[in-house]
């Protein structure tokens, strides 16, 4: 009943891998994507990173999901330790990341907004590009509205009308402010963060625990009968 049961933890420890596996080639990709969208032009220097970070996490998640694969697999007590110690280090660490996150929300929105603010009076290339994205998208205008473009004595962009209106003014703008439209979108896709992030870390609290009873049972299994030298089961180790 016990070696049943092991070997059900050993391929579910290997399923669970592959998931592991998918999901770092999905981080990787976000990372991509975002990166190429440059939508970090409205924080500071701390976000600009999150990209890099984001690729980062899915290659070494996928790596590591590897070495998880090969571990159980192959029944090796060093890989598996390897394993497990990292994956424990990487859980402790998501964790942290996601309590920061969370206490630094207020100042994130604060930075968010003024650089909204800066951007729009600048109107340099890559923001003009970025807010005709946000301000189609989001139907908005403006950080509060339309009137920032006529306080900064700008022209009220395209962007902030339906593309039906052959010219854009005060009277035929969206009246939304885009700094109120984008929190709340995020907003809106922290609570799925928030879910998807938590049943990865209760998947990956239970392959830590799975990782450390098939450790436990290799040892059981291959410690050395009174006919099995210590060179033996030395090598069995690896």
């Known amino acids: 009943m016990v070696k049943c049961g092991m070997i059900c933890k050993k391929y579910l420890l290997f399923l669970f891998n592959l998931l592991f596996v998918v999901s770092g080639i999905c981080m990787i990709v976000i990372g991509v994507i975002v990166k190429i969208k440059e939508i970090s032009i409205f924080g500071d220097s701390t976000y600009l990173s999150l990209p890099i970070i984001i690729i980062s996490t899915g290659a070494f998640t996928f790596l590591l999901a590897f070495l998880g694969c090969c571990g159980a697999i ?9 394993f497990g110690i990292l994956m424990l280090v990487l859980l402790i660490c998501q964790i942290a990341g996601i309590i920061l996150a969370f206490a630094n ?74 700094y109120d439209r984008l929190v709340a979108f995020v907003n809106s896709k922290v609570k799925i963060f928030a879910g998807v992030g938590g049943i990865v870390a209760a998947v990956e609290l239970v392959s830590v625990i799975f990782t450390f009873c098939l450790i436990s049972y290799i040892r059981e299994k291959n410690k050395p009968s009174a006919s099995q030298s210590s060179e033996d089961y030395n090598y069995n180790r690896y």
């Open 74 to 82: 192959k029944e090796s007590i060093c890989k598996l330790s390897v």
């Open 105 to 178: 929300r207020g100042t994130m929105d604060a930075v968010i907004k003024d650089n909204m603010n800066s951007t729009l009076k600048d109107q340099k290339e890559a923001a003009v590009t970025a807010w005709k994205y946000m301000q189609a998208g989001f139907h908005c205008c403006g950080v509060d509205g339309p009137e920032d473009y006529l306080a900064d004595k700008l022209d009220i962009p395209r962007s902030c009308c339906e593309p039906s209106e052959e010219d854009c003014s005060k009277d035929k703008a969206f009246r939304n402010g885009c």
